[in-house]
């Protein structure tokens, strides 16, 4: 057995509007009045109810439209104390839309709901409810259905000079040194004066001041709204060096091979960092305005202030030459304490419910104004990288016979971390003894166990294999440490590694396993005579811990 290990209708009644239809030269007319409900939708068949909000109303505009010739529209009013009034009926267009105005008989009771009802082909849209206005006696047309003059409904007539349905009373908004028109609530055109110089209101975009006139009076501002005499500062924005301090600190989780928590991570080799581990930047920051100026410096992660940092008050001469500060060509060599201040940013690494993934890290100074500066070295960081061994088969050995040795098939052990994240993995391998699961009286040779001892195995990776290593055999085959868990019982540093070649510091070469590779294990078994059972119970374990 192997095992790898990595540490969501309403109803209506036809009556007469009023109760009588007026004929003549007269025609009721609606002036001024609000838009209180509107509902675009289309309808259809026969009827809709609107729920409008309970309110006064004085009449309401729909489009209607019939498939057939002959239909006709009413409108149901029906009232807070729970009665009700029908307007007479309108003659619906066939086959093309038209707009039908109906006034409510009672306009000082309370609606709650209204109903629109036609014949079976008839089709509604574009209801709305309107309160106010008063009826005022206008020429033309008959009844109050077909051709009054109406502010609101959108059709200019009568003495109206304008009407734009439910945009009346909107204000429009005049360019500086302009104008512009729009239509009251009243149907009238309404003209709206834009800023301009000498009406006594800043307007920055366009005017360095405004003393409410246009004559040059010696107070400073011309009849153009400039300033007579002025002094403008640029606003510099602050400058960002990385100096040459980028740490990266171990967390304590577990000791590594070289540092401990707290200590600097030197054996980190890519940049990926975990949950619990920090880097650091030591920066030089620079704003010509003035160092208190700066607001705030800190460290982004894709664009995200992630962490605050901290001043550095020390007294310094010169410039640290490895911040390599320039502006243009100038190289900047004296420290103005004035100007300049060191900075401190720590990023701890955060769980992956919020880092995880390709990043990108900087540190960004911003001034009281909101001008940020940004250094230079944005670097791409890869946060809590999965991390993953792949084995491509179980190990077994066929039956075999008693004081003979046998190999194994090649097992595939592969570094599966996530794509791009540059996990380098430092590779290890430990075991148990092995024991017969049944009650057979195994005995190997004089018991029923079989030692780790008569396992051995061959390691290839790239260049290197484990026949050059120290602690091989004659074929290159190399025992195997006990171990239950990651340094359990014993540290694996110096004993477990897979391939013991190529030493560079306290790391083998021959040892790290890049991302997407694999390595080859062939595994050899010694087996004692005399010797008998299935030995069945027992495991060799790969282990793989992140560099």
């Known amino acids: 057995m192997t095992n790898t290990n990595t540490h969501r209708r309403g109803k209506h009644t036809a009556k007469m509007l009023f109760g009588i239809i007026i004929i003549g030269v007269f025609l009721l007319g609606l002036a001024s009045a609000a838009l209180i409900y509107t509902d675009a939708t289309e309808y259809g068949r026969s009827s809709h109810n609107y729920d409008i909000p309970d309110s006064v109303v004085s009449h309401v505009m729909v489009d209607t439209r019939g498939t057939a010739a002959g239909e006709s529209s009413y409108i149901t009013f029906i009232y807070s ?7 007479g009926g309108q003659t619906v267009n066939y086959l093309s839309w038209s707009t039908k105005t109906f006034v409510n008989p009672n306009p000082s009771a309370i609606v709650t709901s209204i109903v629109a009802s036609g014949g079976t082909h008839t089709y509604l849209r574009n209801f709305n409810a309107y309160t106010g206005g008063e009826f005022t006696p206008t020429n033309g047309g008959e009844g109050t259905g077909e051709g009054g003059t109406l502010c609101g409904n959108g059709i200019k007539e009568g003495n109206e000079s304008c009407d734009s349905g439910t945009q009346n009373g909107v204000l429009c908004t005049a360019a500086y040194g302009g104008t512009c028109n729009y239509c009251s609530s009243s149907c009238k055109t309404e003209t709206i004066r834009g ?129 390599n500060a320039k502006i243009l060509e ?27 993934g390709q990043l990108d890290i900087t540190v960004e100074a911003e001034d009281l104004d909101g ?54 993995l430092d590779m290890f391998i430990s075991g148990t003894d092995f024991y017969d699961s049944s009650s057979s009286g195994a005995k190997c040779p004089t018991s029923n166990q079989l030692s780790l001892e008569s ?9 290197y294999s484990t026949h050059n290593d120290p ?41 790290k396993l890049l991302p997407g590779s694999k390595l080859a294990v062939i595994f050899r078994l010694n087996l004692p005579e005399p010797c008998n059972g299935d030995f069945d119970t027992g495991n060799i374990y790969f282990w793989g811990e992140a560099i």
């Open 371 to 424: 001008i940020l500066g940004t250094m230079d070295e944005t670097e791409s960081w890869f946060l809590n990288p999965t991390i993953e061994l792949s084995v491509d088969t179980e190990l077994n050995f066929e039956e075999v016979v008693p004081g003979t040795s046998t190999y194994s098939h090649r097992i595939l052990v592969g570094n599966n971390a996530d794509a791009d994240s540059g996990v380098i």
């Open 455 to 463: 396992l051995r195995y061959y390691a290839t990776n790239g260049a």
């Open 471 to 511: 602690r091989a055999d004659e074929e290159g085959y190399v025992p195997i440490e006990y171990g239950i868990g990651f340094n359990n019982p014993k540290p694996f540093y110096g004993n477990n590694e897979l391939i013991q070649t190529n030493k560079l510091g306290v790391y083998y070469t021959a040892n």
């Open 330 to 356: 100038e190289n900047i060599e004296t420290f103005n304490p004035e100007t300049m201040a060191y900075y401190l940013c720590t990023l701890t690494i955060e769980t992956t419910e919020s880092m995880y």
């Open 81 to 87: 104390d729970g009665s009700s009034s029908d307007t």
């Open 195 to 323: 800023g301009y110089c000498g009406d006594g209101i800043l307007n920055s975009a366009y005017e360095e001041c405004d003393d409410g006139n246009t004559a040059n009076l010696g107070d400073k501002c011309t009849n153009e709204c400039k300033k007579q005499f002025s002094i403008t500062v640029e606003d510099f924005p602050p400058i960002v060096w990385q100096c040459d301090h980028r740490i990266v600190y171990d967390d304590a989780t577990e000791p590594g091979r070289i540092s401990e928590d707290g200590q600097e991570l030197v054996e980190r080799m890519n940049d990926y960092a975990f949950e619990g581990e920090q880097i650091q930047w030591k920066v030089l920051v620079m704003d010509k305005n003035g160092i208190d100026k700066v607001s705030d410096v800190y460290v982004t992660v894709d664009g995200n202030k992630e962490a605050n940092c901290h001043r550095l008050n020390e007294n310094y001469k010169d410039v640290d030459s490895s911040c």
